[in-house]
């Protein structure tokens, strides 16, 4: 390959772009060898637009980004082409040279904010070393920093300053890296992964925050993630990377309306759209396994998982072809890339939701007067109040809100892991079950199983995925030896896992593999009730697709019944039967889910759905409600939620009287004083905008990336 000359060192040479990667080449050296992870990579991010990078992972978006601050690890080098920022090549700057670059030109937003702060030093310290370094004084170091986290829209930026990181939500922390990244007002802004921990109205703000700071700072960014709708909000241009090649690139309405690489047609299916739901057939999904790091294909990178290849895709290593004047591919058969045949059979589920219920007409597990009181600091902190719910056989009961509305302790309530409240009442098939799990009967402990959020501290450290999982097939099925390997193979390959993975430990595997393995202990237990607290939030869309697939089809032949927590409001309407809407600890919706997510809703659930970006491009008002949550240890009087909601009636009952959940149409419930017919009028109107202004029914249609 040839590559192309890096421009003169020492200063920076007039561009027109922030940055330009040119036949990049990166190299990890693994036990004395030399192992390509990333190939010919080539693309310019021009001043203060917004480059997108997407695919699974693995794939080498985050080893670009490393690559271009020159944070890539110890045994990681650049091995071919070059990298320049304003103009100055990356390569070529001295230890003093790099530290200035990293200090005023670029700055980059982790997945994870927890991790980038130092949790035994205060915010407004942090904060403040960034302007301090600069070579501002202290003082107005920390005047700047109160300044810095005003303009990311935090309410109370002097408690906000004052507070270690521990004490601040998800979307406070991000917000707080954010002014972290832009206090040395950069010229490129780098997010990797930013909001994928976020619920959909932190999610929102925060996009729109990058968004607005973006044109205020005149900054250019450079976007990771594998959320596709969030690539197509924020995004001029973009490009898809597999396997460490950059396979498709040009503008992102046009790769996302209409794809020229197999690749990016598999990455687009695989995302529930349009109201797809699981009754409506299964979604496509992307055959075979992403190569191993470091592999080296004959032709196209591709070609094991496509399903239009050719010999000569297997000897002949396609170029990077020119669709049009904006557009590249990088396929022999570009123009063939949108009929590509679908992999998964489209046939639609047996029963339909309506069915299911009437065949299982006696819920699973009845949860009456359910609440759940925490002491903190001497005050009462009530998680939950009184929520009743009923699960029936077969049906996925999704649980959405916002983070701290009560969906995981609610989880942990179920399975025992927290005791309710003395008065709560959960019974599985009309028989009490014990508050707490050492307490409950081996039955009920094998019939209820879960998927935390979070595997790294789910897994055992110290076992083989082997173990993790095969222990579970012998505590709770007691299966013969040839028997439970049958079973242990059969699971592992059904939630897209490898032999190979099998003698491997958790530090070994990624993210994404880490929660495959724990949806795989799950299900080696065959039990009545999987409860998912947000399964599926560190998956690409391409495991995603296969897990939901996974999920379906287990619950279609044995009849299991899933509660199903995520922040991904696509996702839940695809597996969900019915949806329960939490707001401060209340269930404030309740219903099936194309009448929660179609029909007329709640004011808060509205506002959720109004947060949800799209890939097809549409525009729609987004409901912003005003304030944070409040606390759960002092919450407002009436209505919870009056103090956000932007439809709150000017009669005053909204803040003297405390709504009971009421059916308000056949098996819809809802707790709000608004008459239904008022909500849907309101709801059904155009409305001039503004702030707190409504959405148009248009704001109900999720489709989500």
Avoid: W
């Amino acid at each position: 390959m040839t590559l192309a000359a890096p421009p003169p060192t020492g200063n920076a040479v007039e561009t027109d772009s922030a940055l330009e990667v040119s036949h990049l080449d990166v190299c990890f050296s693994v036990r004395g060898t030399d192992r390509q992870v990333l190939r010919d990579v080539s693309f310019e991010i021009g001043r203060q637009e917004s480059f997108g990078l997407v695919g699974e992972s693995g794939c080498g978006k985050s080893t670009t980004a490393l690559a271009i601050t020159r944070y890539l690890a110890r045994n990681g080098r650049v091995a071919g082409g070059f990298i320049s920022v304003n103009g100055q090549d990356v390569g070529s700057l001295s230890s003093e040279g790099l530290r200035r670059l990293r200090a005023r030109t670029i700055s980059m937003v982790y997945q994870e904010p927890g991790r980038a702060l130092n949790p035994s030093i205060r915010v407004g310290r942090q904060l403040a070393e960034v302007y301090e370094i600069s070579g501002v004084a202290k003082r107005e170091a920390m005047d700047r920093a109160e300044k810095a986290l005003g303009t990311v829209q935090i309410s109370d930026p002097g408690r906000v300053m004052r507070a270690y990181p521990h004490q601040l939500s998800g979307g406070m922390l991000q917000r707080v890296i954010i002014a972290m990244a832009l206090a040395a007002e950069p010229s490129l802004l780098i997010l990797d992964e930013p909001t994928t921990a976020l619920d959909a109205t932190v999610e929102a703000e925060v996009l729109e925050l990058v968004a607005s700071l973006r044109q205020e700072f005149r900054t250019s960014v450079l976007f990771i993630s594998h959320n596709l709708a969030v690539i197509a909000k924020m995004c001029d241009r973009v490009g898809v990377m597999y396997a460490g090649e950059i396979v498709e690139q040009g503008p992102a309405r046009e790769i996302f309306d209409q794809p020229r690489h197999p690749y990016t047609v598999g990455l687009l299916r695989c995302v529930p759209r349009r109201g797809h739901r699981k009754d409506h057939g299964r979604l496509d999904t992307i055959p075979g396994f992403l190569p191993a790091p470091g592999t080296t294909e004959t032709g196209c990178i591709f070609v094991a998982r496509c399903v239009i290849a050719t010999e000569r895709c297997r000897l002949e290593a396609p170029p990077m072809y020119e669709v049009n004047a904006s557009r590249m591919s990088r396929c022999h058969y570009f123009e063939r890339a949108p009929e590509l045949p679908r992999t998964t059979p489209e046939e639609v589920a047996e029963q339909s939701t309506g069915q299911s219920f009437e065949h299982f007409a006696e819920p699973v597990m009845r949860l009456r007067g359910v609440s759940k009181t925490f002491g903190s600091h001497g005050e009462k902190v009530r998680a939950l109040v009184g929520v009743d719910l009923d699960l029936y056989r077969g049906e996925t009961l999704g649980l959405v809100g916002e983070s701290g509305c009560g969906k995981t302790t609610l989880a942990r309530v179920l399975m025992g892991l927290t005791p309710a409240d003395e008065g709560s009442v959960i019974e599985m098939d009309n028989e009490p079950v014990a508050p707490t799990v050492s307490r409950r009967t081996r039955e009920h402990l094998r019939a209820m199983q879960i998927v935390f959020q979070n595997p790294d501290s789910a897994l055992n450290r110290r076992h083989s995925v082997r173990r993790i999982i095969g222990r579970n097939l012998t505590k709770l099925t007691g299966l013969p030896r040839a028997k439970r390997e049958e079973r242990l193979l059969e699971i592992v390959r059904s939630v897209r896992l490898e032999e190979r993975h099998l003698p491997l430990r958790p530090a070994q595997l990624s993210g994404g593999l880490k929660q495959r393995v724990a949806i795989a202990r799950a299900f080696a237990g065959s039990p009545k009730v999987l409860v998912c607290d947000e399964p599926t939030s560190a998956l690409d869309v391409s495991v995603q697709a296969a897990i939901l697939n996974l999920l379906a089809d287990m619950q279609s032949r044995e009849h299991i019944t899933f509660v199903f927590i995520s922040h991904d409001l696509g996702v839940v309407r695809y597996l969900s039967d019915r949806i329960a809407v939490l707001y401060l600890g209340r269930v404030v919706e309740y219903g099936g889910a194309e009448t929660v997510f179609s029909g007329t809703h709640h004011p808060y659930t509205e506002a959720l759905l109004s947060a949800v970006p799209t890939l097809d491009g549409t525009k729609r008002d987004r409901i912003r409600l005003t304030g944070d949550i409040p606390s759960p240890a002092n919450p407002p009087s009436g209505c919870v939620f009056h103090t956000r909601c932007p439809r709150r009636l000017a009669s005053g009952i909204c803040e003297s009287a405390a709504p009971a959940l009421l059916e308000v149409e056949d098996g819809h419930m809802m707790r709000c004083h608004i008459p239904l017919a008022q909500l849907r009028q309101a709801q059904n109107e155009e409305s001039p905008g503004g702030p707190t202004a409504p959405g148009p029914t248009g704001a109900s249609c999720v489709d989500a990336g």
